[in-house]
């Protein structure tokens, strides 16, 4: 195990980084578009049904048989990998941050409205920052979901962590297998106890006396 890490801890690094730079294409992309949707969504109350109902046929589709759909369109590599893992985001980014703002007290909505506030304006300054700990609780839970996701996307040329895993299957190495399931566990970690400590953050400025 240590022999292999001393020899190849570029190639590791290497995968990690792979990883990562897979994790925050599909963040940068998902949260602005989860954003939109959520906010047409709240306004539009009509839209709920078929918007989430199609996020959960997304999630529930195979993630090979997505990425075989996508292919034709978008070819092999990170892009793909990157459409697919957005598609699945969207899932839990929109049905968290939906459910914080109808979470959010009528009366502190009533008292926009009376102050003078536009929809677009009670969303900006008040209903978002209290929809803010649902919000980046569901960035936490599919940062998660794509960390461990992504290692499949390795089928179709991402590169990533599943580099490590597939190869170390296909070629019987075991050493691999472990090292690239610690390598997942360690960004899925890291990255869910930043997250967590982001939204216990929030959701003190949210609501400072419960806190």
Not at 139 to 162: D, E, F, H, P, Q
Request: hydrophobic share 55%.
């Amino acid at each position: 195990m240590i022999a292999y890490l001393v020899n190849y801890y570029a190639n590791m690094l290497r995968a990690l980084y792979g990883h990562a730079e897979i994790l925050s294409l599909t963040l940068l992309s998902a949260i602005p578009i989860s954003a939109a949707v959520t906010f047409l969504i709240y306004r539009h109350r009509v839209l709920a049904v078929p918007v989430l109902v199609t996020l959960e046929v997304f999630y529930a589709t195979p993630s090979l048989a997505f990425f075989a759909l996508l292919i034709p369109f978008t070819g092999l590599g990170t892009k793909t990998a990157v459409v697919v893992l957005v598609c699945y985001s969207l899932f839990f980014l929109v049905r968290n941050f939906l459910g914080g703002l109808d979470d959010i007290d009528p009366l502190i909505k009533e008292a926009g409205v009376a102050m003078g506030y536009s929809p677009l304006e009670l969303f900006r300054a008040v209903e978002l920052p209290l929809a803010m700990p649902a919000f980046v609780a569901g960035v936490r839970m599919a940062s998660v979901s794509t960390i461990g996701i992504a290692c499949i996307a390795y089928a179709i040329g991402a590169g990533g962590i599943g580099t490590i895993l597939f190869e170390g299957m296909r070629q019987l190495l075991y050493v691999k297998i472990v090292w690239g399931a610690i390598l997942a566990i360690l960004l899925s970690t890291a990255v869910n106890n930043a997250l967590l400590a982001l939204e216990r953050h929030f959701a003190r400025r949210a609501d400072p006396g419960r806190a």
